[in-house]
């Protein structure tokens, strides 16, 4: 295919991802690190200036998913960006960030008595254009809630993060995806017993004009790799052979 029609059919596919409601941010695209993970999304470009919502099931499950998308925070915020956390009952504890490369004193946490002032300091917060993201633990969001959400970082082009833990229904959101993480058993570093590097299993469960899938992904040297299922297997198979 010759560059200038290459280049054409690129155009194209960008006008319409934009009719289908997909406004990719102004500025330079900012490479999340997700390696094969960026293919799912349109234009192989994590969605900035948008909400993404995760769902977990119990404190295992939510902890994996505060540590994947502190990952994820840590490029969105760069070395001098700004995050709002905000919660009703949070148990992020704020020294771990430093191992995702996030400096605590970067992060502004809100704590409120109940989930209808999370969602009114999230809506709010999502409109100041000085942030670079906002999250919030909300148990549960209905569809006219995440689109007041979705509108507000239209205008503002901060990204949106939904922490929804143990909710009741997985009910149809305005989010542009929603994830659900799990975490895995990390790899032995050099053979040395203990802790190894964190791993996850990400299911991307749904995005917008994007293709659903599911990863194993990895942290480490301060950013993401994908885990290889064939690679890893073998060394399992190695260790019990001995």
């Known amino acids: ?19 289908q409601g997909f406004k990719p941010a102004n500025g330079p695209v900012v490479n999340m690190g997700l390696g094969p993970l960026l293919e799912a999304f349109p234009n192989a470009s994590f969605p900035i200036g948008a909400v993404h919502e995760f769902l977990s099931v119990g404190a295992e499950a939510s902890a994996a998913t505060s540590g994947f ?33 996030i400096q605590p004193d970067r992060i502004i946490f809100i704590d409120v008595q109940n989930e209808k002032d999370v969602i009114w300091a999230m809506e709010e917060a999502l409109k100041c254009a000085a942030l670079n993201a906002v999250v919030g633990e909300i148990q549960e969001i209905s569809f006219t809630i995440s689109r ?8 503002s082009k901060v990204t949106g993060f939904v922490l929804r833990t ?7 959101t305005a989010c542009v ?26 299911e991307l469960l749904r995005i917008r004009n994007g293709r ?4 194993d992904i990895r ?5 993401f790799h994908h885990v290889d299922k064939t690679t890893t297997n073998a060394k399992e198979q190695h260790r019990k052979t001995g």
């Open 1 to 19: 295919m010759s560059p200038k029609r290459s280049e054409i059919i690129s155009e194209l596919q960008k006008e319409i991802l934009f009719l």
């Open 148 to 155: 007041r959400l979705q509108l507000a970082v239209e205008q």
């Open 212 to 215: 659903p899938g599911i990863w």
């Open 177 to 202: 995806s929603r994830w659900k993480i799990t975490s895995l058993p990390s790899e032995s570093i050099d053979e040395l017993p203990g802790i190894g590097f964190p791993q996850w299993r990400v």
């Open 219 to 223: 942290w480490k040297d301060g950013k």
């Open 166 to 172: 143990n909710p009741r229904t997985q009910n149809t």
């Open 69 to 101: 998308l502190s990952g994820i925070l840590s490029t969105l915020m760069g070395s001098d960006g700004t995050l709002l956390w905000i919660s009703s009952a949070r148990k992020l504890f704020p020294p771990a960030l430093k191992s995702f490369g």
